[in-house]
């Protein structure tokens, strides 16, 4: 350091590593203002996008998933049709573009995954990271068990006659004949093979499983070179699902009855918004809807280039998620319109998840003309929208480890990804089972609902209480040469934790309080009975085994919070830091944080702290 800059007490710190595009250097100075530097490096050896255009489409098939088409439909309907908007636009002004515009953001500085990246920030901040890579193979674990099935619904399409149309055993005593419904009947008895409950794991499906395998090989084809194969994947699977949405839609709207069904839909009841649980399901949608809180927008966003437009990117994303969802209510509710007209159904039935996309609407695609033909687009467009989600969420565990944390420096990328999927692969097995739906039902309501919320939250505390918004401004303009929108520093530091801890606080009390329910296969239990499931809670064994996930998947945050202190002081100063930014953005230096003398260099790399 020059004399100068001893005198004014200069704290340097080198947040990149020297295989990132840029190295950058915090400064605080007493006499001059902080300010952010960048040097640019000659090669990126990360890889990165092709262009822009795989960019966006990557980060818009990872947000518009399954959900979007099966889940935002069926609460815009619970929760007052068109009223439902008005909460569900205010979270994402509020939640879902500051969250999605701070995931891009932090990515596309630090040039790292999801554990480098917090880590860069303060090396106590790196559970987070952790976190993220194991609540997205998690994520993976399962979500491809759902394209499975989708697989084994698109090949069974090819059939003369529809399996799920009528009823194979057509004597009285059938189950399938007493129940009248041979879209559930076929759902649960020869897609699931369900068992009696959620520690029966008989009844082995050995269709599901190999579709279960060509799902895995499809993912492996995208993600087996990272965002160079994906991104030319997204071109036709981020795509090609708005085709078939399109078909879909010119299709339904002109079915007998889809009038009924769009204005049931859309037919708004302001009534409703005085009930919290409205609030409350809009913002859950918002925020998984987005894939927040999974680190995979983070992977995304560090391939691109250090100047860009990140706040651009975050809007169009957003937007263009939710617009789908918006848009897929039409096609869904068009076409449950339909099915309440050929006296099938009823609108007042709630369904939502595999009962809306494997049972009611199959029971409308089987009645109209030609219903292969609507039965393959449909299951198209599902396989599509989770095979961008799942590639997404998967390179977003991979790229913290294998690019970032080289675990596997000596060994070709294309082997680290088939590792991935046949390790994955082998442990989504039993999800093939009798109980693998049951399995499924605690993975979605504790593992990916709980954790994921905890994620998130650190990650608002990491930039707003931490690193200090002011400082993450800074680094937003030079990347983009425009500062963020003032509200959006006051959502990352206080709207956005607030409605979190809101959301947090109020599942994890619902879910004490009452133990979350699922459907049971029962078949048909005596001579007399027509219903072949019924709704049980779930055992103290699931209960269980649901916290331990959650456990799993939050308990990096303080494990590494401990064993990256340097010494008894560390963590003191570390959440006094957090105090003292509550009554100014104060700029991130390692000073404040190790409480060291301010001529010290401090070099951050992976998380390591080092004097020179």
């Not at 009285?172 to 020869?190: F, I, M, P, T």
């Not at 204005?263 to 005085?274: A, C, M, N, Q, V």
């Not at 599942?507 to 029962?522: D, G, H, L, R």
């Amino acid at each position: 350091m020059t004399d100068k800059a001893e005198e004014a007490g200069e704290v340097h710190v080198n947040l990149a590593a020297s295989n990132k595009i840029s190295d950058v250097s915090l400064v605080k100075s007493d006499e001059d203002p902080p300010k952010v530097e960048v040097q640019p490096k000659e090669k990126d050896e990360r890889g990165a996008w092709g262009n822009k255009v795989e960019y966006l489409l990557a980060c818009i098939g990872l947000a518009v998933g399954l959900g979007n088409v099966w889940r935002f439909p069926y609460l815009c309907q619970k929760h007052g049709g068109g009223a439902f908007l008005v909460p569900y636009f205010i979270c994402l002004i509020l939640e879902g573009i500051p969250m999605m515009y701070l995931e891009m953001a932090v990515g596309q500085f630090f040039r790292s995954g999801s554990i480098n990246c917090w880590s860069k920030i303060h090396p106590m901040l790196r559970g987070i990271g952790v976190g993220c890579v194991c609540i997205s193979l998690l994520l993976c674990l399962y979500y491809v068990v759902i394209i499975a099935r989708c697989f084994l619904y698109f090949f069974n399409s090819f059939r003369a006659v529809l399996p799920f149309t009528k009823c194979v055993d057509i004597s009285a005593a059938s189950c399938c004949v007493k129940s009248g419904d041979a879209a559930e009947y076929y759902w649960w008895n020869d897609v699931l093979n369900a068992s009696s409950g959620f520690d029966d794991v008989s009844n082995f499906n050995w269709k599901l499983l190999g579709c279960l395998a060509f799902a895995w090989v499809i993912v492996y084809i995208c993600v087996f070179k990272g965002v160079e194969s994906s991104g030319k994947a997204v071109y036709f699977t981020a795509t090609f699902p708005y085709v078939c949405l399109i078909i879909l839609f010119f299709r339904g709207v002109t079915l007998p009855g889809a009038g009924d069904g769009v204005l049931y839909y859309i037919k708004p009841s302001f009534e409703r918004l005085g009930d919290g649980q409205v609030w409350l399901d809009a913002a859950t949608q918002i925020f998984f809807s987005l894939s927040l809180g999974f680190g995979a927008l983070v992977a995304f966003a560090s391939y691109v280039p250090y100047k860009n437009s990140v706040g651009r990117d975050a809007m169009i994303v957003s937007i263009v998620n939710c617009g789908t969802s918006v848009f897929a209510g039409f096609v869904i509710y068009s076409i449950l319109g339909y099915r309440q007209h050929m006296g099938i159904g009823n609108l007042e039935e709630e369904a939502s998840g595999s009962g809306l996309a494997f049972v009611a609407i199959s029971q409308a695609v089987s009645e109209m003309s030609a219903p292969f033909i609507w039965s393959l687009l449909f299951f198209t467009m599902l396989i599509l929208l989770g095979l961008d989600s799942e590639f997404g969420t998967l390179e977003g565990a991979v790229t913290p480890l294998v690019i970032d944390m080289k675990l596997f420096p000596n060994v070709r990328k294309e082997l680290v990804s088939a590792g991935f999927a046949v390790v994955l692969f082998v442990l989504g097995i039993g999800f093939c089972s009798g109980g693998g739906e049951y399995m499924i039902v605690i993975f979605d309501t504790y593992g990916m609902n709980i954790p994921v919320l905890i994620l998130a939250l650190s990650e608002c505390l990491a930039i707003g209480w931490v690193f200090g918004t002011d400082n993450m401004s800074k680094a937003i303009t030079d990347m983009q040469g425009s500062p963020p929108p003032k509200y959006i520093t006051i959502c990352w530091k206080y709207i956005s934790p607030f409605l979190l801890i809101v959301i947090f606080l109020v599942t994890f009390i619902q879910n004490m309080i009452k133990a979350p329910s699922y459907n049971v296969y029962t078949g048909c239990v005596n001579a007399t009975s027509t219903d072949i499931v019924k709704e049980v809670p779930l055992p103290w064994s699931a209960q269980l085994l649901g916290w331990i996930i959650v456990v799993f998947a939050v308990i990096p945050i303080p494990i590494f919070m401990v064993l990256n202190r340097k010494s008894e002081a560390d963590l003191g100063a570390f959440f006094k830091s957090i105090i003292m930014s509550v009554k100014e953005d104060r700029y991130y230096d390692m000073e404040s944080l190790y409480q060291r003398p301010a001529k010290v260099l401090f070099n951050v790399e992976d998380g390591v702290k080092t004097e020179t």
